[in-house]
């Protein structure tokens, strides 16, 4: 038995109370009539008058006590092209809450099961742009909560997790942190998977750091489990490499007042402590490996390997002032702890080819120049010769007696 009644004071708190004791529908309204623009099948108005400011009055209230069935509370079912619920909000005065959940326990507080090609959640947001389209505010006490989780599926057809179309004039993502924990995380425990994937299809950044302190690090790698892998791999294929840059780091100043300046552009560093007590650790290994690989496969082709592995340019300008430049090209400081004669510098050079190997060339010198400047060590009594150096000088190889050790 269905129980319908209205209450004639409208300052009581509900005007109309619907009961049930039976199985099947509460309450169910139907309205028939003629297709028309606006027209509403059940309105619930509320008008407080007469100084009303109580804080808990509601217009509809569905109460679900079931805790066995886990029965619908509300159900729309839609077969027609309009919408399934639309709120309205036309007080720009107290500014109301459109939709507000309150979740005390750990359920999902909106749940969208999106079963079809359709988005899931779209927002329309026509404002000015000083409020954000969605805000999480997430204030929970656990370290490892999440403010926003992402989950795609791990198999099957490819689902991006977040897509960003981006058609204004401002950042398509932007993490303000102001504290000191890590603005972005990113774990990836898939072997064949990449972390970070940037397409980029445009002559634009892909991807640029400003830092606003004098001390902050704009990218930072800490692995302590590398074995074969790369902290930094950076590749390219293409067939037209003309101007093009691998990889490039620059410094410059604007015009102005420079104050003094030291430090190193770029720093390459290896510290290693070993505290075995027994046993012998060989580190046979290079600090920084430059290396150049050249292939001529084709039948009647040519291929002519130019250019060097290593080019180093110092290039001072005076317009006004003085300017004085004492850059050196290479500087090696090197401290060593053998018993063997250590060399700063090795030269190994293989030519298969019809010319002749060389160890260093300073034919650009002109006449009279200085090619080395070594220690003066003073000879009183000369050795017996035993070998010779071949130079070349000017195309011509010629022979420099070398003497022993003498006195």
């Given amino acids: 038995m269905t129980q319908l009644s209205r209450r004639s004071n409208l300052r009581q708190p509900w005007p109309f109370t619907v009961r049930d004791d039976k199985d099947g529908e509460l309450l169910r309204y139907r ?13 619930l108005y509320r008008a407080y008058f007469q100084g009303a400011t109580s804080l808990n009055n509601k217009g509809l209230v569905i109460r679900q006590n079931d805790q066995v069935n886990s029965p619908i509370g509300l159900e729309i079912l839609n077969f027609g092209a309009g919408d399934s619920i639309f709120v309205n909000l036309e007080d720009a005065t107290h500014n109301p809450i459109g939709i ?20 899931g959640l779209n927002i329309d947001h026509d404002g000015s742009g000083a409020s954000p389209s969605i805000n999480v505010n997430h204030v929970g006490g656990d370290d490892f909560s999440s403010a926003v ?9 490819e689902v991006d997790g977040l897509v960003i179309n981006q058609g204004a004039n401002s950042a398509a993502l932007i993490l303000n942190n102001n504290n000191q924990e890590t603005t ?20 634009a950044v892909a991807m640029q750091f400003s830092l606003g302190l004098s001390s902050a690090t704009a990218l930072s790698w800490n692995v302590d489990t590398l074995t074969t892998g790369k902290l930094l791999n950076a590749g390219d294929s293409s067939r037209t490499f003309t101007s093009a840059k691998i990889f490039e780091a ?29 046993g012998t650790a060989t580190m046979d290994f290079d600090a920084v490996l430059i290396e150049r690989k050249d292939t001529m496969n084709g039948v009647g082709g040519t291929y002519d390997a130019d250019g060097s592995l290593l ?63 070594t220690v003066a060590d003073a000879i009183t009594t000369v050795g017996t010769v035993s070998h010779q150096i071949a130079v070349d000088i000017g195309g011509t190889t010629y022979y420099l007696v070398a003497y022993t050790h003498g006195t």
């Fill in 250 to 278: 620059r410094h410059i100043t604007p015009d102005g007042s420079n104050a003094d300046m030291t430090g190193n552009i770029g720093h390459f560093e290896s510290d290693i402590t070993d505290t075995d007590t027994s």
């Fill in 31 to 43: 309205a028939l009539g003629a297709n028309q623009d606006t027209r509403e099948s059940l309105e």
């Fill in 149 to 157: 989780t992402i989950t795609t599926p791990f198999s099957g057809d």
């Fill in 100 to 119: 507000k959940v309150v979740n005390p326990g750990t359920s999902d507080g909106i749940f969208i099961n999106q079963d079809g090609d359709g988005i």
């Fill in 311 to 373: 080019k180093l340019e110092s290039t001072p300008t005076q317009t006004l002032g003085t300017l004085t430049s004492d850059v050196i090209g290479i500087e090696m400081a090197l401290n060593s702890l053998s018993a063997s004669d250590v060399y700063a510098m090795k030269v190994t050079n293989d030519n298969a080819g019809a010319g002749a190997p060389g160890g260093i060339d300073m034919s650009t010198f002109s006449v009279d120049e200085p090619l080395l400047k």
């Fill in 184 to 203: 972005l995380e990113i774990n990836n425990n898939n072997d064949g998977a990449t972390a970070i994937h940037v397409v980029d299809d445009s002559n």
